[in-house]
């Protein structure tokens, strides 16, 4: 009987005998392993990277914003004229009593503005609003501290700077403590946001906050010094964001004195939906991107059994003189599967190589990050091996069954 | 490994002749069926014994290679009996057949059959690889089996690095290494000039004189000749069996001695006009 080490060895002389035909042989498996591993490592690093947009705008979030989506142009209202949403109606929201399943209230303005500090100048978006909104955005301070109900209070001239713009004002130093204009204000600098990095949409460094009260009266004036743009509305818990939503509703519809709820002059958009949304796309992506990749797995699989097929007729004379001198039909059975194994595992392994590469390259040249699984990785080869396995089981019987006076005269 | 424990040789009753190597009785082999088959063996019997040195002796197509595939173990009988060291091996499926090769029959070729891609030593390893033997040993075995037929400094050669002769050599340690019970070689000098036939030949005279059992298989009086039995073959029979002074009498190579032992003539028609039918 031929030990396993007799087996392997023989397997790795033949292969190593036929070299370019052993490559050829995986290059199926090889080219499919590889997009496997990019195509799952694009779709995982996509929703990766949508998962932690959404997750960083908030969690349990619901957002107000003034207009109807409902009505015939879309969002009406906005930017640049009145807000139908005001500082009471924020006020309204965080009563625990009316609205139980909201914990957390942050009513938001919002607008470019230029500011500058020492010779230095920069535009960013200057927020104004209430201390809740850190919680809320899930966003930290790493130096100094956040605006507090104080300064909402007495409309304090103080600001909080994202990374971005402590840079750009600040290179180089500290900037709590510092003070900076802006649109013609003095604002005392009392922290610096950590960074949060970019959103899908808005990028989260580049913003300096302020209490609201202050950014209404000195920054967004001409326009009602009561509203706001948006109230943000944290709900308790995940289960309760419908809770949370439905007396939002109520609350703002009595406020509002709206009859006709069709008629409401305010949208509450859950965070829940768009990230539901976008995982589900990302997520469709994935699957569709790996049966692509299976499907050129599959083809790979049969091109070994292919070349296997042709390795086993060009070696009949081997077969037959290897039966001749005692190798029993498991014998040549198992030295065949473990040949289409070892090349299985072979195109795997070089896949691996292949997919890696491209893995740490594509994202340099697109924007896409791409997720490297170490799970994912040895599953890839296991399949692969799997794979060679699978395709060499009808090779292997072929050349085990081959009578040995015919293999002999095969010359 | 003892050959006795899985494969008792028969004892005669007094306990001190053992069976022959080769007792074949009423073999026949067809290829093909119907219309088209072939009978390339037909009722063939031939006893060898222990140390023997026979040659089997035929004109092309009577059947030559046929026999030796049955008598090698590599193909069946379709009738008959074939007893190969006191064993029936007849009706012995492809495994079973596989492992009698491996330990009681060491083959030489025409053609060498030498794996290409193994040098020397590893291809003269091959059969005890499927033996099971241990690589030190292996490689020890091989290298003593190289070294009886004079290739010691070509162990680590491959073989298109080799003369033919020096190939057929390797494939001569190859059958040796496994100490097997009958060597069989079909047609070993066919690829070779006569320097090399005749070097070839004088291996198989030294393992014979060593005790071996050695059958030659020929078309070729002059190689036939060699050994110390000749068994003419015709058609699938056996016509002549007997030391070679006897079948080769005085004609150098010609047949003139070897007359068919008495035939009903009958049968064959004087006249060609039957040739043209089957
Ligand atoms: N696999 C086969 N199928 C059908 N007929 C066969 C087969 N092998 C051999 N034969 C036939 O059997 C007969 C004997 O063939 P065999 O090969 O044994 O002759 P041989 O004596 O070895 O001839 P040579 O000296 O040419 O090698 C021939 O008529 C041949 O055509
Ligand atoms: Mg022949």
Known sequence: MMSLRETLRASIEAIATHRSRSLLTVLGILIGIAAVIITVGLGEGSQAKVTAAVSSLGSNLLVVSPGSSTGTGGVRGGLGSASTLTLADATALASHLDAPDISAVAPVVQKNEAMSAGGNTWSAPVIGTTPPYLGIRSRQISFGSFITSADVTS?????????EVSAELFPGQNPVGQTININGSSFSVIGLLASAGSSATTNQDDQVIVPITTAQSLLVGGRNRTSVDQILLQAKSQNSVSAAYQEANALLLQAHQITTPSAADFTITPETQLLTTATSVSKTLTFLLTGIAAVSLLVGGIGVMNIMLVSVTERIAEIGLRKALGATPRAILRQF?????????????????????????????TSNPVALSVPAIIGAVVVAAGIGLTFGVYPASRAARLAPIDALRGD | MTVSQDFPVEQGRNGQRTAPVIEISELRKTYGTGEAAVEAIRGLDLVVEEGEFLSVMAPSGSGKSTLMHIIGCLDTPTSGRYRLAGR????????????????????????????????????????????????????????????????????HHRPTQLSGGQQQRVAIARALVTDPTVILADEPTGNLDSASSEEVLGWFGEFHRAGRTVVLITHEPDVAKVASRVVRMRDGVVVGDGPPELIFVGTGTTFAGAAPPAQPQEGSEPSGGSMGHR
């Open chain 1, 155 to 163: 409309a304090n001239e103080v600001a909080i700077l994202g990374t």
């Open chain 1, 337 to 365: 599967l473990t040949e289409a194994l070892l090349l299985g595992l072979a195109g795997g392994i070089l896949g691996v190589v292949l997919g890696v590469g491209a893995s740490l390259i594509v994202p340099k040249l």
């Open chain 2, 88 to 155: 029936d091996v007849s009706n012995l499926d492809e495994t079973e057949l596989a492992r009698i090769r491996n330990r009681y029959i060491g083959f030489v070729f025409q053609q060498f059959h030498l794996l290409r891609h193994l040098s020397a030593v590893s291809n003269v390893e091959l059969p005890l690889v499927y033996a099971g033997v241990n690589p030190g040993d292996r490689r020890v075995r091989a290298m003593e089996a190289l070294r009886r037929v004079g290739l010691a400094d070509r162990m």
